[in-house]
């Protein structure tokens, strides 16, 4: 059963995708904006895509069972915000180190001095937050809604989100005027040598000697778009070979080795995406490029690293 796109109801966000948008199309506008609630709520663009995806999901089988629903701008970030915080409890307890109190924290509207610490803050930023601060500052210092309209997707009363707001507000001020400098994690030799490599034989245009380094039961997520495994990744890199406008080089996003891929050779230019590489006894086992979700990369932390 196709799932109807009614303009929003006044219980919840009265703007974004408007009447007779089908799921498709509303799931294809809104994404870029709960990847942006997502990545703050985790402190990870990657996990926060995991969690887009997540909601994309539920939400095409909650329509495929012909659920009705008024406001589906609202109901999608209530969607984004219970698994995130699903999410932050199964990462909480994995991490037995973590207090009672930590486990919660799941990482007067005066506006405009507090919308741009919001927006500046780093992802790590958003992580000393509690749940319900976190929420609130995001919903709306980041993407702007309103006391009724982020009640409606957190279930939380106003007088509470006024005071997440307050507290949130004054722990990322707090923050702003300290210095982050803290490293990443360190890549070990082997894991470095091992990007390079790989990103030199890309930008080679070496295709065969990077289908030798695949295992045969590889996995490629084109993520928002398509999946493969096994011999037909082969195909994936004909796309690349077709091309001739990109460069890569090795880095980190948010701390993890990734390949950055820049549309030209100049490495002053942001990267546009990313490729994301898992290795098992020497053969990449995975794939995960962002070609078509270049979305992640804005909110994401990018470190070069020596080509």
């Known amino acids: 059963m196709s799932m109807s796109v009614p303009a929003a109801a006044s219980d919840g966000p009265s703007h974004g ?14 994404r870029p904006k709960l990847h942006r609630f997502c990545a703050r709520m985790t402190g990870s663009v990657i996990d926060g895509e995991d969690i887009v995806q997540e909601v994309c999901v539920k939400a095409i089988e909650a329509a495929a069972d012909g659920e009705a629903v008024d406001n589906v701008e609202g109901w999608l970030f209530r969607i984004a915000h219970n698994a995130a915080l699903d999410f932050l409890r199964r990462r909480n307890r994995q991490r037995a180190a973590l207090s009672d109190e930590a486990a919660d924290m799941i990482a007067d509207p005066t506006a405009d001095a507090d919308r741009l610490v919001a927006a500046a803050a780093s992802l790590r930023a958003f992580m000393a937050l509690t749940a319900i601060e976190r929420s609130s500052v995001i919903l709306m210092d980041v993407l702007g809604y309103h006391l009724d309209e982020i009640g409606f997707i957190t279930g939380s009363s106003i007088p509470s989100i006024k005071a997440a707001l307050h507290r949130g507000r004054a722990r990322l001020r707090e923050l702003a005027s300290e210095s982050d400098e803290r490293p990443w994690p360190a890549l070990s030799a082997a894991e470095s040598a091992r990007l390079s490599e790989y ?37 994936y890199f004909g796309n690349y070979a077709k091309v001739r406008d990109w460069h890569v080089t090795p880095g980190l996003i948010d701390g993890q080795p990734a390949v950055l891929v820049r549309e030209g050779d100049d490495p002053s230019v942001p990267p546009s995406y990313f490729i994301m590489l898992e290795w098992a006894d020497g053969k990449i086992v995975s794939i995960r490029d962002f070609r078509y979700a270049r979305y992640v990369v804005e909110s994401a932390g990018v470190a070069a690293l020596p080509s």
């Open 17 to 30: 995708p408007g009447h007779g948008q089908s799921l498709n199309a509303v799931l294809s506008e809104l």
């Open 199 to 235: 990103a030199a034989l890309f930008n080679a245009r070496d295709f065969d000697t990077i289908r030798d380094m695949l295992a045969d039961d590889v996995r490629l997520e084109l993520v928002n778009r398509s999946r493969m495994k096994g011999k037909e990744v082969a195909n």
